[in-house]
Every structure is written in C-alpha cells, then in structure tokens.
C-alpha cells in the first residue's frame, strides 16, 4: 500500500499500543522475534515476493527518483505481545509473513553488498561498507564483537518449520539440512526470489533501495501486554465488519457522477448490475481475489495506454468528469475487461485463446503478470491475431526474465505502444496497427534476447545453499516447451515431478577436481550452477544419480524424455527424414550438442561447461529471436 506517510502517530487504547514505524526502527535493537507454537504456516512465496518488489519499483519510478521524494510504503500490520519474563523478546501473533519476509530481505541486502565491497577498492569498498552496515541487525542480535548472539526470527522448538531460516542467515550448506517441510520450502522460494530481485538492481538502484528499505518501507506495529488482550485486538482487526476497500472509492466516485448527470432508474440499476458482475469477474476463490488496484492499473494499460501507479488511481477516475452514459459504458467495460482478465487468472485460458499450451508458457512458467497489459488490447479480436500477440508476449516476457532486466520494464514500456497501436487502429486500419504493434515489439525482444544470452552464458544459476536455482530449472523448461513444443514439462509421467542433475558432480575430491579442468575447488564451485552443467531430469531419475560420473550417468541421460538432455549422451537421431521430429533433432545436434572425449570416467571439464553454456544462451536468443522455429 503507497501512503503519505509523514508522521509517527501512537495510540494507546487499554494498555494496546499502535506505532507507524520504519525498518530500522522494527530491527535496529535488541529485540527478537518469536514465532509461537500456534502460529500457521509460512504461506508466502514467489508470487507475494515479486508483487512486494513492483510495489517499491512504483513508489520510487525504479529507483529513479530522489528517495527524499517517495510518500513511503506501508506493508501492513504486526501484532505483538510483550514476554515479561523476556523484556526483548515479542512475541508475534499476527505479521510473521512480513517479518519473516524482511528478515531474510536484509539477509540478502547484507550477502549482496559485502559482495559489493569485497570486489571493490579504495572510496568504492568504503561506500559498500558503510551502504551495508546495519543489514545484519535484521536477522541477528549483534554482541560488542559485531557476531551473531541470537537470531531476529525465532521459531518455538514445537513448530515443524524454521530450519531452512536458520540455514540461510547462518549460511548453511543445503546439504547439511534434513528434509524440508511446505513451509521451509516456501521460506526457501523467498530468499531465491529476493536475490533474484535485488541481483538485478544497478549499482544506482541498489545504492537508493539501501536508503528505501531502511527509511520508507513501514510497518504498524501493534503491541499487547498479553495474550487475552492481543487476541481480542487480532479477533477485532480481522472480524468486526468490512473494510473499505480501494474499489469501493471508486464505485462512490462513479455513482456521484451518476447521480450528478441525472441519471435514470434504469441507468442505477445497469450500473449496479455490471459493477456486481465486474467484482464477481475479480473472484478467483471465496477467498482469493484479484487485487483490484492491480486490475486497475493494467486495465489503464491496456485500454488507453497510461500508466498510473496505484496511488494515483483514484485521481485519474476523479478526474474524468464523467456523465451519465459515460459512467455506464465505463463499468461495461470495467466487466467485459474483468471476465476474461479474471478467466486468465483462473487458468480458464479459452476465454481468450484456444491455444491454452501457451498461455500456461506465459502465466504459470513465466508468472510474469504484467503480460495481462499486451493481452487486453486484443481480447475482441481474432483467434489468429491473439496467438500473434500471445507469441509476442511469451517472447519478450522470456527475454526479460532471462536477461535479469526488472519485470517493472514491461510497464513501463508497454503503454507507450498501446496508445500508438489504438492512434493507429484510428487512423490507419487494424492491419497498418497491428503490424507496426509486432514491429516494435520484435525490435525490444531482439535487444533483450541479446542481454540474456550475454547474462546466461556466464551465470551462476545458484541458490543461497550452493544449489540450482528457480530459474536455471525454469530455464530449461522454457526451452523444451516453448521451444521444442514437449509437453511433458506442462503434465509430467505419472508420479513425476521435473528436478535438474549436476552433469559434473557437486563434490569431487582435488584430483578430479584437477582433471576435470579446474585449477583449484573454488573455480570449480564458479562452475558448478551454470547453465552448461545442468540437465533436465525426473526425480526418480535424479536420485540414483547422486555423485556418479558422466560416463555412468549418459545411459540415463539417453533414456530420457528431454532432448537437451539426451543430447548428452551423443548425437540426437530419427527414423524419419523431413517432419518435426526430424527438425527438432537437427536443431538441438546444431545448436546444443557438445562432444566429449572418452579418455577418463570424469571428461565433463570446465570447458565443455563453458561450451554448453555459451551454446544454450545463444540457442535461446535464436528461439526469442524466430531464427530457428
């Protein structure tokens, strides 16, 4: 949520009190933080996580703008109750996915920036040091020696999760840890998500969101002095009625217009018809929606080509001066919008398109929302034209995700494009439109095509733990997907679910690390996580594979269902001659195939990883790019 914030404002009700407070106020002391044994799991996850970073991204224009300027952000409430046996210690009753959240969010800030200052010399080390001072204290109560005495987070010994929290701020090794629970694995996806996020900050950037996230990122923190009184305020907070909510100011903008403009009875009776579909349009679940302010801004996106942060929605629609009939065809359009924006969101993709295999590549593989704002524009059009756009879509949400450009830059660049393509609809006809539309659409795709081959040809896909990341296993499934059309990566074999093997073994002793290529263990670890070193496997494949050398690990590999994988084992072959298959087949021998000798049981070297990747890059360019098809 984007608010003014300019002042701290404590209310004391019943020894309850309620502060505004910023990041450092909540971590910069002594106090820890303990999930209790009655607490629900820990539920957020990738989604959660990009949407938090759009947010910050909107309220700062990308890191653009004096941070001085920014209104703040207010991610919401927490709920405390005091530990009278333990002073520093509160106990937290609501608010542990925003705590837990921020902890690992300066844990992340903390790696990054001694990074920074470890690669740096002389007035540049000094800033990054002084730019990371102060991050540990978001996950660790610091002694006078400046080491960690006790973690911020603490989960009650009863709970079955907070190992992999543990793990991270203490920089544990994956290996060392025991079967994860649904809710470390989702702690896990976070901390991924979030480097992955601040990685692709520029210095700039990252050098403002230090100063953002300290001093304008706010929480309210609401503080009890027990139990009994904090549940009474969580039971208030969370059943007493409805809150208004962003649409409901909308709807009141809209329904004084109505009335201004002396509307009909039939008028109040289509408006309160369509604004009731639109809101039902919104429902994913009983208890699922649609943020509406998100719908808002995409709406705006896609129908006239302007781009409103969320807080300044609301002025646009006060702004318009709407009659009567305006206002009708307004919430009209806000529910012809909504049905199919909705179905999307629901993964009911033939509402919009029969292709539905690609609106999966698009919303479930990419996740990238923003894509909703190319669509829109399109919704009345022909099948034919929105596969058009959908391909569109794919291909330039892919080049953005796989050259680590922020996913902000869809809309931001977006709408410009959207109200030519409507001028020129006008103007110049549907075809005219359209194509210029793909025109400057495949010109941006080939810039960021080019970035993410520079940017997956070096990469480490790695994870805080030493491991493949998310996005080194999507990135193999957009490949045999999209671009080799198996479906298998959309429904895979029964009882089998999609994990990544280690070509070369994670743990070599020295004397294979040397023969491998490697002139020591730490370039090897450089070595490890990159895209040229990983293959696409089952699970029930991947478990018996363990530290097995290349020579045994090729009968797998040649067994399997992935053809960027089978390439491993030799040359790719068919029975026939012209055909898909056949086309398929030549395409991966040319494009990814690498040739390994057969002088040792190790010969997975460094440089046939360096190979493999810098082949796999340049293959996904030409995919983005239709080179090969």
């Known amino acids: 949520m984007l608010l003014k914030l300019k002042l701290k404002v404590t209310v004391n009700i019943n020894m309850i009190s309620s502060e505004i407070k910023d990041i450092t106020s909540v971590f910069n002391n002594n106090t820890t933080y303990e999930i209790p044994d009655f607490q629900r799991d820990f539920v957020w996850g990738e989604d959660e996580v990009r949407q938090l970073f759009r947010d910050f991204h909107e309220d700062t224009d990308r890191f653009q703008i004096d941070i001085k300027e920014s209104d703040g952000y207010l991610l919401g409430n927490i709920v405390l109750i005091e530990d009278k046996e333990h002073p520093n210690k509160k106990i937290v009753i609501d608010g542990q996915q925003r705590l837990t959240t921020l902890s690992l969010l300066y844990k992340a800030m903390e790696a990054l920036l001694f990074d920074k200052m470890k690669n740096s ?5 000094t800033k990054w040091a002084m730019r990371g001072s102060d991050f ?12 960690i005495e006790a973690l911020k987070i603490q989960h009650h010994p009863s709970l079955k999760f907070g190992s992999s929290y543990r793990s991270i701020v203490n920089g544990e090794n994956s290996s060392e840890q025991e079967a994860e629970s649904p809710s470390d694995k989702k702690i896990n996806e976070v901390y991924e998500i979030i480097e992955e996020e601040i990685v692709g900050l520029n210095e700039i950037q990252l050098s403002k969101f230090v100063s953002y996230i300290k001093t304008k990122v706010m929480l309210i923190v609401t503080t009890a002095p027990n ?9 208030i907070l969370n059943n007493r009625g409805k809150d208004l909510e962003p649409l409901d100011l909308i709807k009141n903008l809209l329904l004084k217009s109505l009335t201004a403009s002396n509307y009909s009875e039939l008028d109040r009776e289509l408006f309160n018809e369509n604004w ?3 809101t039902i349009n919104l429902e994913i679940t009983p208890k699922r929606k649609i943020e509406s302010s998100t719908f808002l801004k995409h709406y ?12 300044k929605l609301f002025k646009h629609f006060l702004e318009l001066k709407l009659n009567s009939k305006e206002v009708i065809d307004l919430v009209k359009d806000f529910r012809r919008v909504s049905k199919i924006y909705g179905d999307i969101e629901r993964k009911a993709y033939d509402s919009f398109i029969d292709d539905s295999l690609k609106m999966y590549i698009l919303f479930e593989l990419l996740k990238l929302r923003q894509a909703h704002t190319m669509l829109i524009p399109f919704y009345a059009e022909s099948n034919e034209t929105k596969e058009i756009v959908v391909d569109l879509a794919i291909r330039l949400s892919s080049s953005v995700i796989f050259s680590y450009t922020q996913t902000n ?8 494009l959207v109200k030519e393509y409507y001028k020129n609809k006008k103007n110049k006809g549907n075809e005219f439109a359209l194509q210029t539309f793909i025109d400057r659409l495949e010109i941006k795709i080939t810039e960021k095509a080019k970035l993410a081959r520079e940017a997956i040809s070096t990469r480490k896909f790695e994870n805080n ?3 493949y990341n998310k996005k ?4 193999l499934k957009f490949i045999e997907l999209y671009g080799q059309g198996n479906i298998l990566i959309k429904s895979p074999a029964p009882n089998k679910r999609l994990t990544l093997e280690h070509i070369l073994p994670r743990t070599l002793r020295d004397e294979e690390v040397r023969m491998a290529g490697f002139q020591n263990t730490g370039e090897f670890k450089e070595f490890i996580n990159r895209i040229g070193n990983l293959a696409i496997v089952y699970n029930t494949d991947n478990s018996h594979l363990s530290n097995k050398n290349f020579s045994q690990k090729k009968t797998v590999f040649a067994d399997t269902d992935f053809l960027t994988t089978k390439s491993l084992a030799g040359d790719l072959t068919t029975h026939i001659k012209d055909g898909k298959d056949s086309k398929l087949v030549n395409q991966i021998n040319e494009n990814i195939a690498v040739y390994t000798s057969e002088d040792s049981s190790i010969y997975w070297t460094k440089e046939l990883i360096d190979e493999r990747s810098a082949k796999i890059a340049s293959y996904l360019e030409k995919i983005l790019t239709k080179e090969v098809k």
């Open 276 to 278: 009731k579909q639109f």
């Open 409 to 416: 830059y869809i809309e931001a660049e977006i709408p410009a």
């Open 465 to 467: 733990k030493g491991d």
């Open 227 to 235: 139990l009994s009184k904090a549940f009474q305020l969580f039971e």
């Open 121 to 125: 010399t002389g007035e540049d080390q």
């Open 136 to 147: 540990k204290k978001g996950y660790g109560i610091i002694n006078e020696e400046f080491a």
């Open 472 to 475: 080194g296993i999507d990135l």
């Open 300 to 311: 705006l996106i896609g129908t006239i080509g302007k781009n409103e942060g969320k807080d």
